[in-house]
């Protein structure tokens, strides 16, 4: 068996040795291989030259370099192509993950019951304004996915090499991969890791890192529901606006004819009622979202690859996926 390491690094000059020396520490003694990529994502400081010289020294290392930022996803998205091994470890570079937890990620998926084990960091080292805001965060996407894990935001995970050879990133969807792994069929576990304090540099996450967690959850909850299906999501909505917007108009049609024959009631004109106006709307509003779910079905159809729609575990014919 073979075990590699996938670390996006971006201005962590400082602790990268250290990271390597930590890690070769909690493989030492292991009767399995091993490799650790670094991924540079785009660094301002020497975390590249430290790559390098690692690189240079120890057989198991290797170095990518990114032209700019492009973005931790694609800093993963780059390492889990280049993987080899049958066990792929994600982990941060600056030392707030502890490396001697991998043998206890090993140990799980090697009982055979998961394929994907994350971290829960129950003991943060980090400041209120961004525990706080993290544990909200990750109640609604355990709430909204299904997926029951305490820590989606936490970095150092371990999966099978199927899942991330399957899985597709772009944007910022790296800290929702087991929701992800999880809408396929690849079975999500989780264990207590030690979390410890910075040493070096500081963090790359501020207020604004929030907003978008909450805009990719939502891209996140449509593409696991709906990505194969966009008019059972559009089509609902649309018909549930034009039943409201004919339940409106009908229950202005018979007031309006009953106000005729009642003499006792006073005369109504539609227009002068903002319910008649509101009707309308959602009338218009559902006749646009169920065109909107026709395109997109036709869209879905004409551009989706058809394998993309499930996941295979094992056949009998003799290919297994990969494990």
Same mark, same amino acid.
């Given at each position: 068996?073979?075990?590699?390491?996938?670390?996006?690094?971006?201005?962590?000059?400082?602790?990268?040795?250290?990271?390597?020396?930590?890690?070769?520490?909690?493989?030492?003694?292991?009767?399995?291989?091993?490799?650790?990529?670094?991924?540079?994502?785009?660094?301002?400081?020497?975390?590249?030259?430290?790559?390098?010289?690692?690189?240079? @020294?120890?057989?198991? $290392? +290797?170095? /990518?370099?990114?032209?700019?930022?492009?973005?931790?996803?694609?800093? !993963?998205?780059? *390492? %889990?192509?280049?993987?080899?091994?049958?066990?792929?470890?994600?982990?941060?570079?600056?030392?707030?993950?502890?490396?001697?937890?991998?043998?206890?990620?090993?140990?799980?998926?090697?009982?055979?019951?998961?394929?994907?084990?994350?971290?829960?960091?129950?003991?943060?080292?980090?400041?209120?304004?961004?525990?706080?805001?993290?544990?909200?965060?990750?109640?609604?996407?355990?709430?909204?996915?299904?997926?029951?894990?305490?820590?989606?935001?936490?970095?150092?995970?371990?999966?099978?090499?199927?899942?991330?050879?399957?899985?597709?990133?772009?944007?910022?969807?790296?800290?929702?991969?087991?929701?992800?792994?999880?809408?396929?069929?690849?079975?999500?576990?989780?264990?207590?890791?030690?979390?410890?304090?910075?040493?070096?540099?500081? @963090?790359?996450?501020? $207020? +604004?890192? /929030?907003?978008?967690?909450?805009?990719?959850?939502?891209?996140?909850? !449509?593409?696991? *529901? %709906?990505?194969?299906?966009?008019?059972?999501?559009?089509?609902?909505?649309?018909?549930?606006?034009?039943?409201?917007?004919?339940?409106?108009?009908?229950?202005?049609?018979?007031?309006?004819?009953?106000?005729?024959?009642?003499?006792?009631?006073?005369?109504?004109?539609?227009?002068?009622?903002?319910?008649?106006?509101?009707?309308?709307?959602?009338?218009?509003?559902?006749?646009?979202?169920?065109?909107?779910?026709?395109?997109?079905?036709?869209?879905?159809?004409?551009?989706?690859?058809?394998?993309?729609?499930?996941?295979?575990?094992?056949?009998?014919?003799?290919?297994?996926?990969?494990?």
């Amino acid at each position: 068996m073979q075990v590699t390491a996938v670390i996006p690094v971006l201005d962590e000059e400082e602790s990268l040795r250290e990271l390597h020396a930590e890690i070769a520490s909690a493989f030492s003694g292991a009767d399995y291989s091993w490799e650790v990529i670094f991924v540079d994502d785009g660094s301002s400081d020497s975390s590249w030259e430290v790559i390098q010289s690692l690189a240079a @020294s120890e057989p198991n $290392v +290797r170095g /990518i370099r990114f032209r700019r930022n492009f973005g931790k996803a694609a800093a !993963l998205n780059a *390492g %889990f192509k280049a993987a080899e091994g049958d066990l792929v470890f994600t982990l941060d570079a600056d030392l707030q993950d502890d490396p001697a937890e991998i043998p206890r990620f090993i140990e799980e998926l090697e009982s055979g019951e998961l394929d994907v084990v994350s971290g829960w960091k129950r003991v943060r080292r980090d400041p209120w304004h961004k525990v706080i805001p993290s544990r909200v965060f990750n109640w609604l996407v355990s709430r909204l996915t299904g997926v029951k894990l305490h820590d989606h935001n936490c970095g150092f995970k371990c999966y099978r090499r199927g899942v991330v050879k399957e899985i597709r990133l772009y944007g910022e969807l790296h800290r929702f991969i087991p929701v992800l792994a999880a809408s396929r069929g690849w079975r999500i576990g989780e264990i207590e890791v030690n979390h410890r304090a910075r040493q070096y540099g500081r @963090s790359k996450y501020g $207020v +604004r890192r /929030i907003a978008k967690g909450f805009l990719d959850l939502v891209t996140v909850y !449509l593409l696991t *529901g %709906f990505r194969q299906r966009p008019q059972h999501l559009l089509g609902s909505l649309g018909l549930l606006c034009f039943a409201i917007g004919m339940v409106g108009l009908t229950a202005l049609t018979i007031w309006r004819i009953v106000s005729w024959q009642v003499d006792s009631m006073v005369d109504i004109h539609l227009t002068d009622k903002a319910t008649f106006f509101y009707s309308i709307l959602f009338l218009l509003f559902g006749g646009q979202l169920i065109s909107m779910g026709i395109l997109a079905e036709m869209l879905t159809a004409n551009t989706s690859n058809p394998e993309d729609a499930y996941s295979i575990m094992e056949d009998t014919g003799g290919d297994v996926s990969e494990e």
